[in-house]
C-alpha cells in the first residue's frame, strides 16, 4: 500500500514575507511606522513640487516626477523598513548570552570574518569574549558586564600579540554597562577602526588564529543563533 504523500508547506510570498516584517517592526518598535511614512511621503512630495515647478504645466512631465518620487519613496521604505526590523529583532535578545554571535553569524559585513563560535567563555556567568577579523585587524569582542570581562579580553590580546606580534588587536564592549556598544550598533563600530590590513592579510590573519583555536567552544546558553536571525525579505 502506498504511503500518503503530504504535500509540504509553500513559503510565504514576498508580499507576505515583506507585510509579515512590517507587522513586527511596527509591534516591537513603536517609532518605525513614522520613519516609514516619511520615507514615503517626503520624496513624493518632492517629486510634486519639482513636478509643478519644472513642468511648465506638462501634465505628462508633472506624471513623471510624481512617479519618480513615488518610486524613491518605496525604496527608502524598503531599506527604512529593513533597517529598524534589524534593531527590533536585536533588541529581543539583548543582554541575552549569546547574543554577540548571533549578530557576527547573521549580519557581519562584507570584508569581516567572524563566527558565532565564542574565543573564550566563563561557564559560571555565561560572559564570553568573541573575535572578528577584517581590515582594521583582530577585534575582540566582550559580552557581559565589563568588571567580570576584563581579564578574558586582557588574556585574549595577550595571546593574539604573541602570534601575531604586527596585527592590531582592537576590543568592543557588549554588555550593561552605560558605555556599552548596542548589538545593533556592533557593524557601525567595527567600521570606525582604521584599516591597516589588506584583503589578503585578513584571510592569513583569520586561518591563522582558526588554525590555532584548538577544541571550539560551545556556544553560551541562552540564545540559538539560528532562530534570531532578523527576518530578511527574499
Known amino acids: 500500500m502506498a504511503r500518503e504523500t503530504r504535500p509540504t508547506p509553500k513559503e510565504p510570498g514576498r508580499v507576505k514575507q515583506l507585510w509579515q516584517v512590517f507587522q513586527m517592526t511596527r509591534r516591537l518598535d513603536k517609532q518605525a511606522i513614522w520613519w516609514m511614512l516619511a520615507a514615503v511621503l517626503v520624496p513624493l512630495v518632492v517629486g510634486i513640487v ?18 519618480s518620487g513615488l518610486l524613491l519613496g518605496l525604496l527608502l521604505f524598503l531599506v527604512v523598513l529593513g533597517r529598524r526590523a534589524e534593531r527590533a529583532a536585536y533588541a529581543q535578545i539583548e543582554g541575552q548570552a549569546g547574543a554577540v554571535g548571533a549578530v557576527l553569524r547573521s549580519s557581519l559585513k562584507r570584508g569581516w570574518r567572524g563566527s558565532e563560535m ?9 560572559d564570553a569574549v568573541y573575535r572578528a577579523v577584517g581590515r582594521p585587524g583582530v577585534v575582540l569582542i566582550a559580552e557581559g558586564p565589563k568588571t567580570r570581562t576584563s581579564r578574558m579580553l586582557e588574556d585574549e590580546k595577550r595571546k593574539i600579540a604573541r602570534i601575531l606580534p604586527n596585527v592590531p588587536v582592537n576590543s568592543l564592549q557588549v554588555g550593561p554597562d552605560k558605555e556599552s556598544t548596542k548589538l545593533h550598533d556592533i557593524n557601525r ?15 592569513a590573519v583569520s586561518n591563522r588564529l582558526s588554525s590555532l583555536a584548538g577544541n571550539k567552544l560551545p556556544i553560551p546558553k541562552g540564545v540559538d543563533p539560528l532562530k534570531v536571525r532578523p527576518q530578511r525579505m527574499r
Do not use: M
Not at 519639482?50 to 512617479?67: H, Q, R, T
Not at 574565543?119 to 559560571?124: E, G, I, Q, S
Open 189 to 203: 563600530r567595527l567600521g570606525k577602526f582604521k584599516s591597516t590590513l589588506s584583503k589578503a592579510e585578513v584571510v
Open 118 to 126: 565564542p574565543v573564550a567563555v566563563n561557564p559560571k556567568t555565561q
Open 50 to 67: 519639482l513636478g509643478i515647478v519644472l513642468s511648465d504645466g506638462n501634465v505628462f512631465s508633472i506624471i513623471l516626477w510624481v512617479i
